[in-house]
């Protein structure tokens, strides 16, 4: 009897773990922190939400919303120019949130929807910081949320992948 040997890797190949609509992986966990606190004096700043991915772990941040009780009260009052508003990934401003003197995603509305992938293990913040130097606006609260997906990255560990 003769056998025939094929070099047919996708007979074995797993299943994808990949959603195939959108790409995210099946095992990926939703991220959703928020708080409002007093406007921070000129010079100080207020962490308003904040999220460490696990080790081992990326991610992307779908949407972030902005909160000051001055806008709860007018819809009007978008300018805030004693507050700057900034998303921080490690320390460092993240593209395209990188100073902000307005609000752009209000809170309680449908907040428009963002995709910024997040590298392995980041820490994201969400801070407002008072600012000197221009007339003070009528805000005394500020808030803000930031929501997200993180999943296992599979660079570290994928047996699959890292077949021969």
Wanted: proline fraction near 8%.
């Amino acid at each position: 009897m003769r056998h025939i040997h094929t070099n047919n890797k996708s007979a074995f190949d797993a299943a994808s773990t990949l959603c195939s609509a959108c790409g995210v992986p099946f095992d990926a966990q939703y991220f959703d922190v928020s708080n409002v606190f007093p406007k921070p004096s000129p010079g100080e700043t207020a962490s308003l939400a904040e999220f460490k991915l696990p080790p081992q772990y990326c991610g992307v941040l779908e949407y972030f919303a902005q909160f000051t009780d001055a806008y709860a009260g007018n819809n009007s009052l978008i300018e805030t120019p004693d507050v700057e508003w900034t998303i921080l990934a490690d320390g460092s401003p993240l593209f395209p949130y990188l100073s902000l003197r307005r609000i752009v995603n209000p809170w309680g509305n449908g907040a428009f929807p963002v995709a910024v992938r997040l590298p392995e293990g980041v820490t994201i913040k969400f801070i407002a910081r008072g600012v000197s130097g221009v007339t003070p606006s009528t805000i005394t609260k500020v808030g803000g949320r930031l929501l997200g997906r993180f999943w296992y990255n599979a660079t570290h560990g994928d047996a699959i992948r890292q077949r021969f």
